[in-house]
């Protein structure tokens, strides 16, 4: 697991040196797994990496050798010294000092086509960064093709977010749109069809034929999708609940749905 922080200093102290590193611009990446991820995905412009001077194991010499590969300079740090540029102590000895997260646009999106259907994951307002986090996750693991959230009144890949998607962040691509329903006609434009999921629809997720070019529209927490995107979406989905609580996570309703989206593409043809 792992996150980025947004450096609010506007030079830092590295190490116990005098040495000072202008960093306004940049974002520190946190932990093993981020780092590493960071590395192969190679989306981001790497300053340098600080490794504790404590830990000596097989997993961080592995990074050393990345970055060594790929000319990326590697201090040494007191572990406290990693602590306050991660602002915190869950960095497990390694930090990254980065250019930030480099959104796409929609066309990339559309033009990454992975399979033989594009799989997009519209996102209409997720505020809970744990839960774009999770979303992100599952839809890279999924095949996605890519994500798109809003600019405002949702949450952007923050550090929690990216902790929370276990390195996903860093190799699928992310769209910020100025408005979800318009991006919606842009898409049918391109004979993308678009599935919404929400409690109001009256078929469930699986009567759908995945086997087209889609994207999985999601609602907020709580909210579900906003009425005008629901109107706009060609298809109206739910999950069925059988007990008594009357929604999912919408973490846990992109799974169902994504995974039920890569079971049909698998089977055989009919």
């Known amino acids: 697991m792992y996150t980025v922080a947004r450096i609010s200093q506007s030079t830092c102290t590295v190490g116990p040196s005098p040495n000072i590193y202008t960093m306004s611009s940049m974002n520190v990446i946190y932990g093993i797994n981020s780092v590493t991820e960071a590395l192969k995905a190679r989306g981001r412009g790497f300053e340098w990496v600080g490794m504790a001077k ?24 007191p572990r406290q010294e990693l602590d306050r ?19 796409a646009d929609l ?17 209409d307002g997720i505020e809970d960064p744990h839960n774009l986090g999770a979303v992100l996750r599952t839809s890279e693991a999924a095949g996605a093709d890519g994500v ?10 923050t550090g929690t977010v990216a902790k929370a998607s276990a390195g996903a962040s860093a190799h699928l691509p992310i769209a910020k749109v100025t408005n979800i329903a318009r991006t919606l006609e842009d898409l049918k434009s391109k004979n993308i069809w678009t599935v919404g999921l929400d409690e109001r629809g009256k078929d469930n997720y699986d009567a759908i034929d995945y086997k087209m070019d889609c994207a999985v529209v999601l609602g907020a927490e709580g909210k579900g999708l906003h009425d005008l995107v629901a109107k706009k ?4 989905v739910s999950i069925p609940m059988l007990g008594q609580v009357p929604s999912l996570n919408v973490s846990v309703a992109a799974g169902i749905v994504l995974y039920e989206v890569v079971r049909q593409r698998r089977s055989p043809q009919k």
């Open 54 to 77: 404590e830990r000596h194991d097989l997993r961080l010499q592995r990074i050393i050798e990345e970055c060594r590969r790929n000319s990326i300079a590697v201090r040494f740090l």
């Open 85 to 103: 540029i991660a602002s915190t102590g869950a960095h497990q000895g390694v930090v990254a000092v980065t250019s930030a997260k480099q959104y």
């Open 107 to 123: 066309d990339d999106l559309i033009a990454s086509k992975r399979g033989q259907f594009s799989l997009l994951v519209v996102l």
């Open 148 to 157: 798109v959230i809003p600019e405002r009144r949702a949450v952007g890949v």
């Open 233 to 236: 979406c060609d298809f109206l």
